[in-house]
């Protein structure tokens, strides 16, 4: 396939869009239950006022609440801080391993959604390469996107990466339902351009029950 820079393109503002919105909706839940709190000391204050005896052990739960909503929220805003600024760089060496569990974990609402639990593990030694840092996590969603549509029973993936050569392999496991029929259909659709972009390849271990992604340790560009 050649590739389509309106495609890859279309594709890549489509998971900015849907993971920007997935992580907004985020912060707005941790707002609601920061305000939730906000008001629960309200209350408790004007208990007092009003001549209750003030529960000490209720303000330190409801204290905690709130701090620990926080730190969410902080947690988030630099999740998406880093989303942000990988767009920023047509180029990077980054580490593929740390990119796949960076994925999962920016994707962790869609697998909740979904029923599923990603497990992604980082390899011994760390496997770099030098590649478009936002069109290879865009390539990381559209297979676990696909990866949560064909699970087992315990609906647990698992990904791992791996140096192979001069390539870098990640390895999406688990895939109980996979079949030639659906994998095909998969590989087809247009979205996946974007491994022409990256010079990558992807292919199926129908007996393993596996897709594997191969990349170059270096691409010549987009």
Known sequence: MACRPDVVGRTGLAFFGAMSASNFHEINNALAIINENAGLLGDLIHMADNG????????????????????????????INRFSHSVEHPEKRVDLGETVVFVAHLAHRFAHMNGVA??????????????????????????????????????????????????????????????????????????????????????????????????????SGP
């Open 52 to 79: 209750s005896e003030l529960e000490l052990d209720k303000l330190d739960r409801v204290s905690s609440r709130i701090i620990d909503q926080v730190s969410r929220t902080k947690e988030i805003v630099r999740t």
């Open 118 to 219: 990603i497990k992604a593990k980082l390899p011994p030694d760390p496997v770099k390469i030098t590649t478009s840092p936002f069109f290879l996590e865009n390539l990381v969603w559209l297979c676990l996107e696909f990866a949560m549509q064909v699970p087992g029973d315990e609906k647990v993936i698992a990904i791992s990466t791996e140096q192979l050569k001069d390539k870098g392999v990640i390895r999406f496991s688990n895939l109980s339902r996979l079949t030639p029929e659906i994998f095909e259909a998969f590989r087809s659709q247009d979205e996946l351009a974007i491994l022409d972009t990256l010079e990558a390849q992807i292919t199926a271990d129908l007996e393993k029950k596996e897709i594997l992604v191969a990349l170059p340790e270096r691409f």
